[in-house]
């Protein structure tokens, strides 16, 4: 039992040498396809996201004021340092798999694939805020063009009773088990 206990703790704490992980990646066959321009576009687009579209205003009325400004330039030099940080580990570790790379071969597979994980509900939490953020843009817009959005379809379908429309729990339940589903690679 605790021969299996350590062995388990040292895959855990496992480390893989930067010279295996530059061969594993050589012979995976991934090979970069974006140029400088197109990684350009994704790396402004990943660090300005939703918030600058959809904070500022709140942001300037209810706590800053006119140092909203001095807000987003403290903000744009950390997003900097964060790019250049990103710069010096992809060439530190010139391999696809980003922080997860740098994770496992520094500190091993079980930080690695905890990172992974994080970095996955990162992503997730991101896509929900821009997605919020998108909804409540599309509503004004609708709301000024005059059009008539079922109150159904306009609220989540956890809120819906709170504004005085029905639940389908089947309904959305069985929406999410499609979802969770299609995430895990069966269907």
Known sequence: MTARLIGRWQ????????EAVVADAERAGLHRRLGAGSLLVLGVANILGAGIYVVTG???ASFAGPAVVLSFVLAALACGFTGLCYAELSSVIPVSGSAYSY???T???GA???LAWMVILEYLLAAAAVAAG????LSSLLGDLHVQVPMWLATSSVTATQHGGHTELAFSG???????????GAA
């Open 11 to 18: 895959l855990a704490l496992g480390r893989k040498p930067l």
């Open 58 to 60: 709140a942001a300037a």
């Open 103 to 105: 994770c496992y071969v």
């Open 107 to 109: 500190l091993g597979e």
């Open 112 to 114: 690695a694939w905890a």
């Open 134 to 137: 998108f909804s409540g843009y």
């Open 174 to 184: 069985g929406v999410n088990v499609v979802a969770a589903l299609a995430v895990l």
